[in-house]
């Protein structure tokens, strides 16, 4: 044995040696994410969940759609907290619960063939304090939720839904005359101008002079408690959480938001399906907001509003939080409808900065980037990459920074007529509430059929600075609009509009134009506005002969 023992040693030694190879050949899966970041961030970490199982039919669950097996989830995920955690099976078949509370180390885990369907009776869901749209409010308890948890996850291939319709107001413009006649005969209450179906008189009474979806008037949570029915539940949400995993399931039909994940840290969201309907209200796929080292990939979102939205509070309470959203990674996820494919805001009062978004596609979106503020909000949103995006049928911009956001989704502002700010806006005074968007770069950006290809549209006092657009085509009903923006470059790119000029330039300064490509024989460039400095087209298809410049813009503009 003494003899062998060298030996031994040895051969331990090389295969020790052999794995560290092999482990550096064969990286681990989301490597590849953290390879070429254009800044520094920590790699993500998972939850720790214990390798301890047991099924909510251990605890009394039924799962035959008619049980109401909300005890049976509680007392299996408190069986498990008292043991150090675990997984909380959920075999094949429908189940019906109220609320769902995940505690630390623990993971809801749904079979393939699982399906969670919440229960529409609203007495399960008691209101409690919570942050929506940016704010510090109440809003009855999400239907599955961890609030100040850590190590937690949703797993597993089956179906989460929301059983979000009997929740939800319906506006008559969004949906067929034989779908509205339909919900109407259904019961509920029409707004005064018959235009919005709402579920319950008492969900209308929130509704009246709501800001969003705030009543202006509510201060204590009795006066929310009298209207709990306009205060419709998130489906999904994790406050002030360490360590989540949302893998595999398909979360659906959520009576408001279907995930929101606030002030959190190390948050992975992979290989999930979102589903909502096109007209849900407030139908966002999902927010995250406030939170630290997030990474989003291989997922596919079909909304009723922004797909996924990063967010950081709003106004007062977003500023006095202070909380930031940044080392963000988002790579190849699918957006369709919804009010945007991947966008920042309105809530952005806490700042945004240090955001990756790769190799995604947006089919049938408002917007397909959508960024968005406005005056009162404050924040700065910064360092934002963005690569390798194909979008199709974009009903709007397919790249928006707007700083004049009106509360309304793009599409719906163009049907309203709402324009564009005059040609020389006044200046207000900056201070803590003046939002800024900066240091933002775009490169590899394909376009088919948008309504307009690209609108910077900043404010006088605080311009959007600072944007870089590269190798990027986009084929589009009007050209792209750079509005009150500083240093701004383009990049070989090509804009095919159908009418109108390629570019338009309105009160900008420092902006570059190279290799820039558009129809012949149209309108290439306009410049308008009295406050431009330092525009210089080079090696383009732009000429002094397809331009038109104000007689204000004569001597800011150089074409070569």
């Known amino acids: 044995m003494k003899r062998l023992l060298p030996s031994l040693l040895v051969t331990i030694a090389a295969i020790v040696a052999f794995a560290l190879i092999l482990k550096c050949f064969h990286p681990k899966p989301d490597a590849h994410l953290y390879s070429d970041l254009p800044f520094e961030m920590e790699r993500v970490e998972r939850p720790d969940i214990p390798n301890r199982t047991v099924s909510v039919e251990d605890f009394g669950g039924v799962g035959d759609g008619v049980v109401l097996n909300t005890e049976a989830f509680a007392k299996a995920f408190a ?59 109440y809003r009855c308890q999400p239907l599955l939720s ?33 779908e509205w006649n339909k919900i109407v005969k259904s019961g509920g209450v029409l707004s005064n101008d018959g235009n919005t179906w709402y579920p319950t008189e008492n ?11 705030i009543a202006r008037w509510a201060v204590t949570k009795e006066d929310f408690e009298s209207i709990r029915d306009f205060l419709r539940p998130v489906m999904v949400n994790f406050k002030d959480c360490q360590r989540v995993l949302l893998e595999g399931p398909v979360f659906q039909n959520s009576p408001c938001w279907n ?50 939205c990063i967010k ?55 917007v397909g980037l959508r960024f968005k ?49 005059t040609t020389d806006m006044p200046f207000k005074p900056v201070d803590e509430t003046t939002p800024q968007f900066r240091n933002i770069v775009v490169d590899n ?42 240093n701004v470059v383009l990049d070989n790119v090509t804009i095919t509009p159908r009418k109108g000029a390629a570019l338009k330039i309105n009160n900008a300064k420092r902006v570059v134009v190279t290799n820039f490509a558009c129809p012949e024989g149209g309108e ?21 002969a397809n331009s038109q410049i104000a007689p204000t813009a004569q001597g800011a503009v150089t074409i070569k």
């Open 79 to 137: 069986h498990l907290a008292a043991k150090g955690g675990g997984r909380v099976e959920v075999p094949a078949g429908v189940w019906l619960t109220g609320p769902i509370v995940l505690e630390n180390h623990t993971e809801l885990h749904l079979d393939r063939d699982a399906i969670i369907v919440f229960s529409a009776d609203r007495d399960l869901y008691p209101v409690v304090a919570t942050i929506f749209e940016g704010r510090d409010t």
């Open 146 to 178: 961890a609030f100040g948890k850590h190590d937690v996850a949703v797993t597993g291939k089956g179906i989460i839904d929301g059983n979000g319709d009997p929740w939800r107001a319906v506006k008559k413009s969004k949906i067929a005359p034989s």
């Open 312 to 366: 950081s509070g709003k106004d007062a309470d977003g500023r006095k939080r202070g909380i930031p959203s940044e080392n963000v990674i988002v790579d190849n996820c699918t957006c369709y409808h919804g009010h945007g494919g991947f966008v920042v805001g309105s809530e952005m009062s806490g700042g945004v900065k240090n955001v990756l978004v790769s190799n995604c596609r947006f089919s049938g979106t408002d």
């Open 445 to 486: 950006v394909i376009c088919r059929s948008a309504r307009r290809a690209m609108l910077f549209n900043g404010l006088p006092e605080m311009n959007v600075e600072n944007v870089m657009v590269t190798n990027t085509t986009i084929e589009s009903e009007v050209g792209a609009e750079i509005n009150e923006s500083t």
């Open 524 to 544: 290439g460039l306009s410049v308008t506005g009295s406050r431009n400095e330092a525009i210089l087209v080079e090696s383009a298809q732009i000429t002094p």
């Open 373 to 421: 503020s406005t005056r009162g909000r404050g924040g700065v949103v910064e360092n934002i990459f963005i690569r390798n995006i194909v979008m199709n049928d974009i009903l709007t911009e397919a790249l928006l920074f707007d700083l004049f956001y009106g509360g309304k989704s793009a599409s719906e502002a163009l049907a309203d007529g709402d324009g564009n700010p």
């Open 259 to 308: 995930i929101h994940t606030a002030i959190c840290t190390d948050l992975t969201v992979n290989d999930i399906a979102i589903r909502c309907p096109w007209y849900a209200q407030n139908g966002d796929g999902i927010d995250i907001e406030s939170c630290k080292n997030v990474v989003l990939t291989n997922s596919w979102i079909d909304a009723g509003d922004d797909a996924i």
């Open 203 to 213: 969900f209308k009474k929130g509704a009246g002079d709501a800001d969003q979806n």
